[in-house]
Each structure stands twice: as structure tokens, then as C-alpha cells.
T-cell receptor
Framework: SQQGEEDPQALSIQEGENATMNCSYK?????LQWYRQNSGRGLVHLIL?????REKHSGRLRVTLDTSKKSSSLLITASRAADTASYFC???????????FGKGTKLSVIP | GAVVSQHPSRVICKSGTSVKIECRSL??????MFWYRQFPKKSLMLMAT?????????EQGVEKDKFLINHASLTLSTLTVTSAHPEDSSFYIC???????????FGPGTRLTVT
């Protein structure tokens, strides 16, 4: 499966600032999900956005999806030091639960 | 939310031995589970799709005789790394999704070190 692209690969911001991460993909998708992974740990599911949705919110998280550009973005507002982690997008095609992961963005939030 | 567990969380073994990793869905049934591999500072790569009651589907480049997958029940899938070598050292993660939802829930991962 073709891996998605994410940018930036690494992002360092001050606490309180917003962090934006982008994900691009190459195939038609059924849905796109964002996950967080702390170093050496498992993945935590953050949010799922379906192909017919354009924007979704969950707490300080805002996800957008532009299927015409085959891209998605994750915005974390008012970042906290505890948000420091790697963030991955993952998407599945129509009729499949199989996920293809992006390369990830490593976010560092400096207190 | 749905919980997926993995056991063991960490294992060290010698070259040539086999290691079994278990993946369990604790509060839901999963006809399909997925096994991923993650190298340090890299993303997850899908290894195989584990299907309850039938053979697993392996991704291109993954040796099915080396990575044996068994999905004997609706809540348990196992991955056995046979004749392990140092290059098999990696973080192995499984996932499962409750029926009819798109969300996948991931296990905490198993860190395999082959010496």
C-alpha cells in the first residue's frame, strides 16, 4: 500500500501556540483518521473524518478534509506540553478497513 | 472506547528462536485484525490482515512462513515470528475495529529485540 505523506516531518512550537499538520494521500478514500503516538507507545485514536465530511472538531482538535486535493489537516489549538508526540494520519479505501499510514509529524511543545 | 491488548509488551529473544505475540480485543468481537510493524522513528507499515477462521492476507514483501498469523477466535489473533533474526527487531502493533465502524483501535504494541 502506498504510504501517505505528512508535513512537516517535525514541528517545534511554544506552549499556547497552535500546531498544524498536513497529510496528503493518493487514492480515493472512505475515511481518514488521525492518531497520536507517544514515544515507544501504542497509538491513540484522535478523530475520524469521513469522505463526505469537510471539517470535524473534537475539543482542541480540528480536522479538515479536502478530497479534491486529497489532503487533510490537523489543527491543535492552544497547545500544551502534554501534546508532545508523533501524529499520524491514516486512511482507508472504499469497502476496506485496511489503513495506510502517513509518515508522521513529530510535534514538540516547549513549556 | 474499545480496548485492544497485546502480550507481551516487551520481549528479548535469541537468534533462531520463535516468538509469539498475542492481540486481544477485550470488549468487542473482531472478525478482522491487523498487524503492523514500526521501525524506530518511522511510520507503521501494514504486515498482514488477520481473518477469523481463515488464512491471513499478507502485504507484498512480508514472508508468510516467517510471520505466522492465527486468528482462532473473534477476540484473539496471534503473530509468531519464526526463526527470529536481529533484523526482525521492531515494534509490532495490532489493531482491530468493532463491526460496522471505521475506527480502528490499536494495541499498546510489543517491542521485540532479537539478540
Amino acid at each position: 500500500s502506498q504510504q501517505g505523506e505528512e508535513d512537516p516531518q517535525a514541528l517545534s512550537i511554544q506552549e499556547g501556540e497552535n500546531a498544524t499538520m498536513n497529510c496528503s494521500y493518493k487514492t480515493s478514500i472512505n475515511n481518514l483518521q488521525w492518531y497520536r503516538q507517544n514515544s515507544g507507545r501504542g497509538l491513540v485514536h484522535l478523530i475520524l473524518i469521513r469522505s463526505n465530511e469537510r471539517e470535524k472538531h473534537s475539543g482542541r482538535l480540528r480536522v479538515t478534509l479536502d478530497t479534491s486535493k486529497k489532503s487533510s489537516s490537523l489543527l491543535i489549538t492552544a497547545s500544551r506540553a502534554a501534546d508532545t508526540a508523533s501524529y499520524f494520519c491514516a486512511y482507508s479505501g472504499a469497502g476496506s478497513y485496511q489503513l495506510t499510514f502517513g509518515k508522521g509529524t513529530k510535534l514538540s511543545v516547549i513549556p | 472506547g474499545a480496548v485492544v491488548s497485546q502480550h507481551p509488551s516487551r520481549v528479548i529473544c535469541k537468534s533462531g528462536t520463535s516468538v509469539k505475540i498475542e492481540c486481544r480485543s477485550l470488549d468487542f468481537q473482531a472478525t478482522t485484525m491487523f498487524w503492523y510493524r514500526q521501525f524506530p522513528k518511522k511510520s507503521l507499515m501494514l504486515m498482514a490482515t488477520s481473518n477469523e477462521g481463515s488464512k491471513a492476507t499478507y502485504e507484498q514483501g512480508v514472508e508468510k512462513d516467517k510471520f505466522l498469523i492465527n486468528h482462532a477466535s473473534l477476540t484473539l489473533s496471534t503473530l509468531t515470528v519464526t526463526s527470529a533474526h536481529p533484523e526482525d527487531s521492531s515494534f509490532y502493533i495490532c489493531s482491530a475495529n468493532p463491526a460496522s465502524t471505521g475506527e480502528q483501535y490499536f494495541g499498546p504494541g510489543t517491542r521485540l529485540t532479537v539478540t
